[in-house]
């Protein structure tokens, strides 16, 4: 395969393309800024036809950092390539370098929109999108008409077909341009067409007559006759869908593609204490983890068992461990605990007062250990020993993870368990389990929680486009309202009661990842008449969704979240960007149907646990908030 | 917001570390309420309440943000637009009123402040109530900080014995107001007009002029 590329030369190349919209694999790139080049075989020694392909490559070899450890990924064909672009860079950096390729055969259509090429091959789904930002691509266009044998589309001019240069079809079509002297640009043909658009009444019967005379004067029904007779019915009846009449003022409407429809999705009992002690075998083994989860993601937990069941859900128990590895685990780990407590305390104010970062750390946490849950009876009172056990974990998760320290927001996650589980040590654990979920909300700069209100809207926009679109005139698009939600997982939104058993049921990681987006999206969805009814603007919209604290049906809105997810998951349109988000399989150019990956089907199914996981979470290997670990974890070296 | 009034809307940003009782300023003058043990916010709130001033009503539409310096890219696109903004530190925590240089340039810098317009800054000392023994930050210390600052309104508040809290709302809208008279003043000025609003204090004054007559007593 290497060997097959060698002897390519790069026949033009044009600096400053945007990558807009591309395969899942190349997310991380979406917006790079980046080269375009063609690629061709140099010569045609007669033996084999001359190939060519279309390489996008980004411009910033460090924005390689985010992805060292994928593959090249090729659109449609996968190859490697040996040759090396320029200069004498180590090897290394080819590898971590992603390029994008589509090979021209594979190019079936090129959409234009202003400074916008998005390419086709032959599915609705493109290729990829790419913005010429400087200036337009013209020159680009014409070179690939060089190249390919492309002729627009009779429906939109700024739609380029490529036909293969060789089939009856092009040949037909090129004859019947050619006896219907129709010129792509400014033709009458295209004249006619225009004015069907913008005044349907006046032009249509002329524009009939013209179209059947077309229709009818092709001698033979051939493909292209056919192709084309579809094409003019398909665009007419588009004009007459798309049209709203009032009053004589025509307006271009689009549809959004409809959601398959909603399913409820009630919510069960919580999981009982016989329900977990028959899952343990005789040594203490759980033995049916799935169903568990599956339970517990259906009703929560019995509060009876909860403190035992959150140990697991929270990573301090291995799901596969026996009672015995459990015993020498809890053993082991109370120590790290006193150890890692022991640090700090032992500080003296001498070295507390030379260690600036600390001692602002230990202030913030004092003031705000003082006012968490105050209003529960857990934490009310002065010389409250539970405020001091709350100040010491978060002191010792300090010494635990110095590069994150303290940051607001995580008094709230600690509250909840330590309330449950009141032992220092095993509370401080499950913390650091919860923590370990939600590290990327508390980076530094801020991009785990941008990326998951990028996110948020995301979804919402494909659930609900119009008050998608809403939020967006109202500059509401960045989602901003929603950062307490997502920061600390409805934590400030609800009762202590119901945080604890919405919490445990997003522990699951049922039924996908990023479900409290989509609990977010529900939410939302149940506002939208009072956010769109009222015309509220971005000041009112953030007041009425903080005013929502403690106003939230939990269940209905766990029932309506889970309603979302099936919605999305059966949808026809759905695209790789929110499987990516939810951790559906990524479908690509290859695999068409998506439904034979997806095992997680209805909740008949969930309860049934049997042989294959259901769900897909694990399927996907990297998510938005690794991706965005990654990132953190980085700076923290830089 | 929805008004159904039509008194002057002004922006009121509160600023300033983590505890220092930016929430329970806001709290207290909008509600006459104080929670000792009310949560530390998360994400941007904000209120709305009605102060009367020389028979004028104004509708102060007030901004509480999470103070820890990590949130700084959620609180700063708020600081747009602002008319009046009040850095806040505790008289009890010397940190806290060292960084309120840190909070001015980050204010001045995302409020996206038209030309020669001057920043109705308003420097709040909160937890007066604190006794005396735990004082970090003198009466003195805040003065000479807003005047080498060139800001000319200062108070000491209590939130929790609700001293001078409507005080330091009033004296923030009437230094707008004076502010904005100026600013009408040199729109219009000729050479031979006297600015009488000079006496509160120039906007161009330089460093090493003081002018804090209008410091709080």
Redesign the interface.
């Known amino acids: 395969m290497d060997e097959e590329f060698k002897d390519y030369i790069d026949i033009f190349s044009q600096d400053g393309v945007l990558l807009k919209q591309a395969p899942s694999s190349f997310i991380p790139f979406i917006n790079a800024i980046g080269t375009i080049y063609i690629w061709s075989t140099e010569t045609n020694d007669g033996t084999r036809p001359i190939k060519r392909f279309l390489e996008w490559k980004p411009n910033d070899v460090t924005i390689d950092s985010d992805v060292q450890d994928q593959e090249w990924a090729v659109v449609n064909t996968v190859q490697k390539r040996s040759r090396t672009l320029s200069g004498n860079l180590p090897a290394d950096h080819y590898n971590k370098l992603r390029s994008l390729k589509i090979n021209f055969e594979d190019i079936k259509r090129v959409a234009k929109k202003n400074r916008d090429l998005t390419f086709f091959d032959g599915s609705s789904e493109p290729m990829c999108t790419l913005l010429f930002q400087h200036g337009d691509c013209f020159y680009f266009i014409d070179l690939l008409k060089t190249y390919l044998s492309v002729g627009p589309s009779r429906r939109d001019k700024n739609i380029f077909i490529v036909y293969d240069a060789d089939s009856p079809e092009y040949q037909e079509l090129n004859k019947t341009f050619a006896a219907l002297d129709i010129k792509p640009n400014d033709s009458s043909f295209w004249t006619m067409f225009k004015n069907i658009k913008e005044h349907p009444y006046e032009s249509s019967l002329m524009a009939f007559s013209k179209v059947s005379t077309y229709v009818y004067r092709s001698v033979e029904p051939g493909n292209n006759d056919i192709l084309l007779n579809d094409d003019l019915q398909r665009s007419l009846s588009e004009i007459d869908d798309n049209i709203t009449h009032s009053g004589g003022d025509y307006e271009l409407v689009q549809k959004p593609p409809q959601l398959p429809k909603r399913k409820e999705f009630p919510r069960c009992k919580p999981l009982r204490e016989e329900q977990w002690k028959a899952q343990f075998t005789c040594d203490g083994k759980l033995e049916d983890v799935e169903s568990i989860k599956t339970l517990i993601f259906r009703g929560g937990v019995s509060p009876k068992i909860r403190e035992e069941v959150w140990k697991f859900l929270l990573d301090y128990y291995p799901w596969d461990s026996t009672l015995a590895e459990r015993e020498a685990l809890v053993i082991a780990k109370v120590q790290e605990y006193y150890d890692m407590k022991l640090q700090w305390k032992s500080f003296t104010k001498a070295q507390e007062n030379n260690f600036s970062d600390f001692a602002q750390r230990k202030s913030l946490i004092e003031k705000d250990v003082n006012r968490t849950d105050r209003n529960l009876d857990f934490y009310a009172g002065d010389n409250n020993q539970n405020l001091q056990k709350l100040n010491d974990i978060l002191m010792t998760y300090v010494m635990y993870n110095f590069d994150l320290g303290y940051v607001q927001g995580m008094s709230d996650l600690l509250s909840p368990i330590l309330m449950l589980i009141g032992n220092e040590p095993d509370a401080f654990w499950c913390f650091v389990g919860f923590m370990n979920k939600l590290i990327s909300n508390f980076d530094i700069d801020q991009a785990g929680m941008k990326d998951q209100l990028g996110n948020l809207f995301t979804l919402l926009n494909f659930v609900d486009p119009f008050l998608a679109k809403y939020l967006e005139t109202h500059d509401c698009a960045n989602m901003f309202f929603c950062f307490r939600w997502v920061l600390v997982w409805f934590k400030r939104e609800l009762k202590q009661e119901d945080v604890m058993r919405f919490w445990e049921v997003l522990w699951t990681g049922y039924p996908c990842q990023n479900f409290h987006l989509l609990v977010a999206v529900a939410i939302l969805e149940h506002e939208r008449s009072e956010l769109m009814g009222n015309d509220y603007g971005f000041t009112e919209i953030l007041k009425h969704i903080n005013e929502l604290s403690c106003h939230l049906d939990m269940d209905l809105m766990l029932n309506k979240a889970e309603g979302i997810f099936f919605q999305i998951k059966e949808a026809d349109h759905l695209t790789d960007q929110i499987r990516f988000i939810v951790g559906l399989p990524l479908i690509g150019n290859h695999c068409t149907d998506s439904h034979e990956l997806i095992h997680f089907d209805s909740p008949d199914c969930l309860v049934s646990s049997e042989s294959h996981p259901k769900c897909s979470v694990d399927r996907v290997s990297i998510s938005p908030d690794e991706i965005s670990f990654d990132k953190s974890i980085q700076s923290n070296f830089l | ?2 008004s159904t009034t039509k008194n002057p809307l002004l922006k009121v940003v509160i600023l300033g570390d ?2 220092v009782g930016k929430s329970c300023l806001m709290n207290r003058f909008v509600s006459n309420q104080f929670d ?5 916010t ?5 209120l709305n309440k009605d102060l009367d001033i020389d028979g004028q009503t104004y509708t102060l ?1 007030i901004w509480d943000t ?3 310096e ?2 700084k ?2 609180r700063t ?1 708020f600081y747009r637009g602002s008319d009046i903004c009040m850095l806040t530190y505790a008289i009890d925590d010397k ?1 806290s009123f060292k960084n309120l240089e840190l909070w001015r340039k980050e204010f001045t810098y995302y409020a996206d402040l038209k030309e020669n317009n001057q920043i109705p800054f308003l420097v709040v000392g909160n937890k007066s109530d604190v006794p005396r023994e735990e004082r970090e930050v003198s009466q003195l210390e805040m003065e000479t900080w807003c005047n080498e600052n060139g800001i000319t309104s200062c108070i000491e508040t209590s939130a929790k014995n609700a001293s001078n809290v409507q005080e330091a709302f009033k004296m923030a809208v009437q230094h707008w107001l004076r502010l904005e008279s100026r600013a009408d003043k040199n729109e219009t000025a000729t050479n031979d007009t006297v600015d009488l609003s000079k006496k509160y204090g120039d906007n161009r004054m330089s460093c090493c002029v003081g002018g804090s007559e209008e410091s709080s007593n």
């Open positions: 917001m929805r983590g505890g000792e043990h009310s949560f530390h998360i994400g941007v709130e904000f539409q999470a103070g820890q990590r949130f890219t959620l696109p940190t």
